[in-house]
């Protein structure tokens, strides 16, 4: 149940906040609990339910804050559970060139093409890494994302991937934003191992995982497999690296082709398969079998101009769980918004406003690890939530290029719009 209506007398609340509506994510729909009221303690939610059942005597408790929401409806705190948002530079320039009729073929003579970041982002130090990515966290943070996962696989050399690495988690000491670091190593063939993929797998298995765990860098490990990436073969020897030393798995899977990666990362217990416009039914049911979520990037699809729909249907009809994310990077995807991930996830792929917003919270947090202490709104997850002034949920889907967010509280306390911006 969401409503507890027991008092503990010993307990104080560090806060209060009444005068709601609540799309809590649990159950059905949204959720929702309209004229709800939430308590937290200590960064957690220890009271959540309609306020016409807060418990008796609730005002004599030494309550720190309490919130008059003023008819605002409040979600859970956002989650991007699918960036590449450390890197330096952008290639803006091929945007304007493929425009103006040039082919993959022409942009990566000229030096472009994913090298062309690879060797921007080796450039860059650490400090310039961190001065270029924290504007677009921001903007990130500015539309109610609590937590972000940050990918590596920029750098493909120990040195630069370690780089990237430490500067993702800076931004999560730097910023109030709870931030999950991916080890993708295995996204590209670096320069030095032209024609070799087998000898640069072997460094990736023996010894850069090794390396970045041992550093405290590493929560999860990806891969990129598909005709211009790795061979679903190459990736299975990275995911077996990365059991040998614990750490959960997902992949980059059928964006281009069906490569068989969707099975290949549920076999291994994967958190997520993403990308999937190519997902087939062989792909679907061990995904179902062993709870990978699909996490759809609709700011891909709409960049690449791609055509070929991930197969939201068969995906529902199977369970299994979908989340989207904004797929952040300077290649395919240079978006910065949540909120127009899911508007984009509901004109382009065809998802209810419900089923975006799943999405970005409760599903999002499953593609994480993180669906026990985040994602929904109920009693004992952290206290992540966002107002928003909308007149319902699905305003969040709805509207293109507005950002209703009110205000965001990280662990129960306020991170307003205008001090995120202003973090050094």
């Given at each position: 149940m969401l409503t507890d209506t027991s008092l503990d007398t010993s307990l104080i609340w560090d806060g209060l906040w009444l005068n709601l509506h609540i799309a809590t994510m649990e159950g059905t729909g949204y959720g929702e609990l309209l004229d709800g009221a939430i308590a937290t303690c200590n960064g957690k939610i220890t009271w959540l339910g309609l306020r016409a059942d807060l418990p008796t005597g609730w005002e004599k408790q030494s309550i720190k804050q309490v919130h008059d929401c003023r008819g605002a409806w409040m979600t859970p705190g956002l989650i991007d559970c699918h960036t590449h948002i450390v890197h330096a530079g952008n290639r803006s320039n091929e945007f304007e060139a493929r425009l103006n009729g040039a082919n993959y073929e022409d942009i990566a003579r000229a030096g472009g093409g994913i090298i062309s970041t690879v060797l921007a982002t080796r450039a860059a130090s650490e400090e310039e890494l961190l001065l270029q990515s924290l504007p677009r966290v921001r903007s990130l943070l500015a539309?109610?994302?609590?937590?972000?996962?940050?990918?590596?696989?920029?750098?493909l050399t120990l040195a630069a991937e370690s780089s990237m690495?430490?500067?993702?988690?800076?931004?999560?000491?730097?910023?109030?934003?709870?931030?999950?670091?991916?080890?993708?190593?295995?996204?590209?063939l670096p320069p030095e191992y032209a024609g070799q993929p087998d000898a640069y797998v072997d460094a990736i298995c023996n010894e850069m995982l090794p390396s970045l765990v041992a550093q405290g860098l590493v929560d999860a490990v990806d891969g990129f497999c598909e005709n211009i990436g790795f061979s679903p073969a190459q990736i299975e020897r990275v995911f077996k690296a990365a059991e040998r030393l614990n750490l959960p798995v997902k992949l980059h899977a059928e964006q281009l082709s069906d490569q068989g990666g969707a099975a290949l990362v549920s076999r291994f217990n994967g958190l997520s398969a993403d990308h999937l416009e190519y997902l087939s039914g062989s792909g679907i049911a061990p995904m179902a079998e062993h709870g990978t979520v699909a996490v759809l990037l609709p700011g891909a699809f709409y960049f690449l101009r791609e055509t070929r729909l991930p197969p939201v249907q068969a995906l529902r009809e199977a369970n299994v769980p979908i989340a989207i994310a904004t797929d952040c990077n300077p290649g395919t995807s240079p978006m910065t918004s949540p909120l127009l991930a899911m508007n984009l996830a509901c004109t382009l792929f065809r998802l209810t406003p419900q089923e975006a917003l799943a999405g970005v919270t409760i599903n999002a947090a499953k593609a994480l690890g993180m669906a026990s202490s985040i994602g929904s709104l109920?009693?004992?997850?952290?206290?992540?939530?966002?107002?928003?002034?909308i007149d319902r949920p699905a305003d969040l889907a709805y509207a293109m290029g507005f950002n209703p967010c009110r205000a965001t509280f990280f662990a129960g306390t306020l991170r307003d719009r205008q001090s995120v911006l202003s973090v050094q």
């Open positions: 539309e109610g994302v609590t937590t972000l996962e940050i990918k590596s696989g920029y750098g690495l430490r500067v993702a988690r800076r931004i999560g000491e730097l910023l109030p934003v709870t931030v999950k670091t991916t080890f993708l190593g295995a996204h590209a109920s009693l004992g997850k952290r206290a992540d939530f966002v107002l928003w002034d």
